[in-house]
């Protein structure tokens, strides 16, 4: 891929910077768009949401740390809900005490 020109501040108004006018090879098009486009016709205009791509990929590549996270309460939990036989027998004994 090579950078080949830039938009004018403003072409996009949802964006910080200018854009830019890329130059891109059939492999690596369908490198960054996945298999889903192979073999299809991109007409010159096609906007491409390559952001929602990586902001995915970006999902799962954190998905780790998130289900450790999930892990260590769903252990808290159980944790927690095997006390209540613990309770009642402390519960039973200082009754029998009383």
């Known amino acids: 891929?090579?950078?080949?020109?830039?938009?004018?501040?403003?072409s996009y108004s949802n964006l910080r910077y200018a854009g830019y006018i890329l130059e891109i090879s059939r492999d690596e098009l369908a490198n960054l768009l996945g298999e889903k486009w192979l073999g299809k016709d991109l007409p010159v205009g096609t906007k491409l949401n390559i952001s929602k791509m990586y902001e995915r990929l970006t999902e799962l590549r954190q998905m780790p740390?998130?289900?450790?996270?999930?892990?260590?309460?769903?252990?808290?939990?159980?944790?927690?809900?095997?006390?209540?036989?613990?309770?009642?027998?402390?519960?039973?004994?200082?009754?029998?005490n009383s």
Do not use: N, Y
């Open 65 to 96: 740390e998130k289900i450790e996270e999930m892990q260590k309460f769903l252990r808290c939990a159980i944790d927690f809900l095997d006390l209540d036989p613990v309770i009642e027998s402390v519960l039973k004994e200082k009754d029998k």
């Open 1 to 10: 891929m090579k950078i080949i020109g830039t938009l004018p501040d403003g």
